[in-house]
């Protein structure tokens, strides 16, 4: 049974930016699919960015694109987000997620999680 601890959350000014780190638990993480979701405050569950289990794949949502970058690194059993000029929207619960499933696959479909990293956006 796969674990994955999501670490590098924090607070960051408008504009500015920082990186996510997903640390998964056995090298069973290097078969599966990778995202990053993330919960708003007030708001539902959204998807952020996937890249399939070789790596070579990657789709990110349209209003991440050209300033987040999803990246892993299987020897490691790591995957990561660096996230670039950061918007006070984009505050909130940052969750790294894995499994068996499409690059475009919905949250439902992915079979383990992390308990979620804090991102504060302020300005």
């Known amino acids: 049974q796969m674990q994955l601890v999501e670490s590098g959350g924090g607070v960051v000014q408008a504009g500015g930016s920082l990186n996510l780190s997903c640390a998964a638990s056995?090298?069973?993480?290097?078969?599966?699919?990778v995202a990053w979701f993330r919960q708003p405050p007030t708001a539902e569950r959204e998807f952020v960015a996937a890249?399939?289990?070789?790596?070579?794949?990657?789709f990110y949502s349209g209003f991440v694109r050209g300033r987040f970058t999803i990246a892993r690194d299987n020897a490691k059993n790591r995957a990561y987000l660096l996230m670039n000029n950061l918007k006070t929207e984009e505050t909130g619960i940052y969750y790294c997620a894995a499994g068996d499933v499409a690059l475009r696959a919905p949250g439902r479909e992915y079979e383990y999680w992390g308990q979620g990293t804090q991102v504060t956006v302020s300005s």
């Open positions: 056995d090298a069973t993480f290097g078969q599966y699919t």
């Open positions: 890249i399939k289990s070789s790596g070579m794949s990657r």
